[in-house]
Nanobody
């Protein structure tokens, strides 16, 4: 089993920045990612990163969000800049480990003036 512990959410004004962190209890050799779920909407993939550093982003965050990971610390980050009200959601960390998918508990991000 893998534990994923997220941190870094909060309330921010439009145009502001936040950095989310997700620390894994084990070394993750596969892809790690961030998903989000807004009220009344389905969970969507925001960004993912392989152990080697290849990244993918949903179109709505390209140029604003950056995913990166520190393999020595078993941690993945999501730097979110130029935040918009539509980025408001619960953000979840995700990782594949030994053939299973694991999720963090979620961290709330609210973008509002």
């Amino acid at each position: 089993q893998v534990q994923l512990v997220e941190s870094g959410g909060g309330l921010v004004q439009p145009g502001g920045s936040l950095r989310l962190s997700c620390a894994a209890s084990e070394s993750i050799f596969g892809t790690m990612g961030w998903y989000r779920q807004a009220p009344g909407k389905e969970r969507e993939s925001v960004a993912s990163i392989t152990r080697g550093g290849s990244t993918n982003y949903v179109d709505s965050v390209k140029g604003r969000f950056t995913i990166f990971r520190d393999n020595a610390k078993n941690t993945v980050y999501l730097q979110m800049n130029s935040l918009k009200p539509e980025d408001t959601a619960v953000y979840y960390c995700n990782a594949g480990y030994m053939g299973s998918m694991y999720w963090g508990q979620g961290t709330q991000v609210v973008v509002s003036s």
